[in-house]
């Protein structure tokens, strides 16, 4: 028996089984588990976290150990199947059984980040006319084959949902009781296929379901989205939207695992297009040349001024993102935010431009810089502008979100290079035309 | 009886009612629900999303209905009490019984954020002599006053944590079978009240469970903490991570509640720290003077140059805050990751800085700017300060997260903002030196 089948037969729980599995070299990993028994490789290919789980998948296929597969929970197998090769993908489902394989090519149509792409078909569906005892003897005919039991799923004669019980519900009821008697009328909370998988994971968390259920149109039930792929889709869409809010949006697989070109294409595509917004900066700038000759020293305040309103503006965007995920604050509050951002732009953009204006003063006294007669008119242009920019930064990026939202986008794609795209441009506008007002007539 | 007590009778779910009731201004929703009774009342109050939630806990205080607040689940009415007055607190807890006292106090004795904070008291556990029928007995008599009875908790003479059973194993038992006989030998996955809820949420993902034990230095279950709950704090620490991602961090509040006078010191003190950096770039500029005087040109370019670093590095950083956050990157993948942005960096800058470059020949030939007979070598200057900010924006924001790891920090620390100002003035550096390198002896 080899070393790493040793250490892998060590371990109490399979996640950590398949942690050291992950940690090993693929022909090493797929080695150590090849001569498993049928039981243990279905548990550990069942796990989402195993690295090889597609090549281990394709091995099984090509050497027809096809019922290691046969005994996988659906969705898992489903998602497995997707990932292997055309060819490889074309055995498989050639080799699985006639049911198991209309139930993977039904679960593969539906499309990613669904709720019909996250369901299991492995539930405990009965009828409304069973007792509890009856209800207590299915599960444990069928326990080993559902991903959960905790939730029963009561069907009427054409095998529509009528009601859910929670099993600690039957545990506590008598063995004679009807289902029926144990319904107290609710209306199920049930999704379709195409439920959007931000949406399921809302409905869990409000309500504190374990699993719920998938209805097709005849309200028939056709698969279940438990707690835990709804853990797994949360943490996903936390990480899109990390990446989304950099602008490193699409980029969905593993970070080492990305091909360099396709990191090239996906990155290179937003940054030129941000790129071609701040080509506009350069057209504003030639409008000003004559100013920037005139008074060189307005150039070496622009990297400040611009990147105040930036900060400001994607600071506003990642709150009010925030709130709108939350729910904290609805679409309609947006004349509510807007009326907060102004005087709180007005008054950061007072501090930061208090900040700036004692800057040059202190360099003016203190000797490191000469700014020239007008010193004190130079600190006020500068203090003016940061006021009127993160104002107008932090009302740009508080507005940007709901104006995604109300477009039917997703707030979140409000990145922070996109707000201070949109603040740079007219941020130098601003700044060149208070200079303009302050300074002519001394040094414009 | 009130319209409104009708409409809230109407709704089959609590959450539907806690829904319609937050819409309410709080007079009304504490008149509407005063006369309801106690069970309904406890149901309502134990939904965390009940806005009026602290209000109505004072008002039943001090209307002596402390019955309703002694029947919630101990993990919340220690949230609930946190957040009362001080005087409604002293009230709250004189009135409670001695026992629920000793709870709430030693719940709220932890830290926000850690598994103690989450936890709740209110689990199945029995001894290790039991067998599966007094097993089940138990979780009859008690399960109304349990948040879960799905994993049951197995402790020795000692009251020490010894295995779980999740409920489906019980189940499909034999009612004579000793709970012993039900284990298969493993260490059960535990956690101590100190834990992060961050590491609370991967466990809960990585091992599926329902409810994670929380044990005390003897091994003895303090609490348990739900999947539900871990939801709760994946939704929060997520928002937490955009809001920090955005500089808009520590403010926890929904974005309305906060006082204008906290918004303004929480967001300005970040947007100073950023500031005093920025103004770094004001020196430099200082320093190329005799450049900028000679090359007004040179200005020109300077919100363009600046924005692509700060641009490609946001993107970089997301990305390696995710691949970190999901496991996908390891600190010790530092080296591996710099050995593919390097090249990255490079390529994007080439493409980007082709862009910058076309646009100066197109306007120099279309006749939209002259920038003088050197225009070419300014294309030149544009495009390889281009290739050396993306690169160097790329570098630094992929290796940020890294270093703030490495630090003991969070890596999602790395904000945008910040790895704008990192990069904005060694990128200004790069430009002047590049336009000096080509430009000197024509327009320098």
């Known amino acids: 028996m080899p070393l790493t089948l040793n250490k892998l037969l060590s371990f109490d729980h399979i996640p950590d089984a398949v942690g050291y599995l992950n940690r090993l070299k693929q022909v090493e990993a797929l080695q150590t588990i090849a001569d498993l028994e049928t039981a243990t490789l279905v548990r550990l290919l069942q796990n989402p976290e195993l690295k090889h789980g597609v090549a281990l ?4 296929t090509t050497t027809g150990k096809i019922d290691v597969l046969e005994q996988l929970p659906k969705d898992r197998l489903a998602d497995l199947i997707t990932e292997l090769s055309p060819e490889t993908q074309q055995q498989a489902l050639a080799l699985l059984s006639t049911e198991s394989k209309t139930i993977i090519l039904n679960l593969m149509s539906y499309p990613p980040d669904t709720a019909g792409s996250m369901m299991t078909t492995e539930f405990i569906q009965v009828p409304n006319t069973w007792t509890v005892a ?3 003897q299915h599960i444990r005919d069928v326990e080993s084959t559902r991903e959960t039991v905790y939730a029963i799923y009561v069907v009427d004669h054409e095998h529509c949902l009528q009601f859910v019980l929670p099993l600690r519900r039957l545990v506590i009821a008598e063995a004679e009781q009807a289902l029926t008697e144990l319904w107290a009328g ?6 379709t296929p195409e439920t959007d998988r931000e949406d399921v994971a809302h409905l869990i968390r409000r309500y504190d379901f374990l699993a719920l259920p998938v209805v097709n149109e005849a309200q028939q039930i056709v698969g279940i989205v438990t707690v835990d792929d ?3 889709a949360l943490i996903d869409e936390a990480a899109e939207d990390i990446g989304r809010f950099g602008g490193g949006e699409h980029i969905t697989k593993p970070y080492l695992e990305v091909g360099f070109g396709t990191m090239l294409r996906k990155r290179g595509g937003w940054l030129a297009i941000l790129f071609l917004g701040e080509l506009l900066t350069a057209s504003v700038m030639q409008h000003y040349e004559m100013a920037l000759a005139q008074a060189v020293v307005l150039a070496m305040f622009i990297p400040l001024i611009m990147s105040s ?3 400001s503006g994607s600071q506003a965007t990642s709150l009010l993102i925030r709130g709108l995920a939350l729910g904290d604050v ?3 509050d947006w004349w509510r935010v807007l009326l907060r951002e102004l005087p709180t732009g007005l008054m ?5 431009g208090a900040l700036g204006f004692i800057r040059i003063i202190a360099w003016q006294y203190l000797g490191f810089y000469d700014y020239g007669p007008h010193y004190f008119l130079l600190g006020l242009t500068i203090w003016a502008s940061l006021v009127g920019i993160v104002c107008f930064g932090s009302s740009v990026g508080a507005m940007l979100p709901f104006m995604l939202q109300r477009a039917g986008l997703d707030p979140a794609s409000a990145s922070a290079p996109l707000v201070a795209t949109l603040v740079d441009v007219l941020g130098l506008i601003i700044y060149f035309s208070i200079a303009a007002l302050i300074l002519t007539g001394t040094i414009l």
């Open 134 to 136: 009856q209800t207590l």
């Open 309 to 311: 309103g930036g900060n």
């Open 186 to 191: 609710q209306t199920p909370i049930r999704i």
């Open 230 to 232: 709804v853990i797994d």
């Open 348 to 352: 950061l953009g007072i501090g930061l």
């Open 330 to 332: 609805a679409l309609s």
């Open 57 to 60: 998948a394709a091995m099984l």
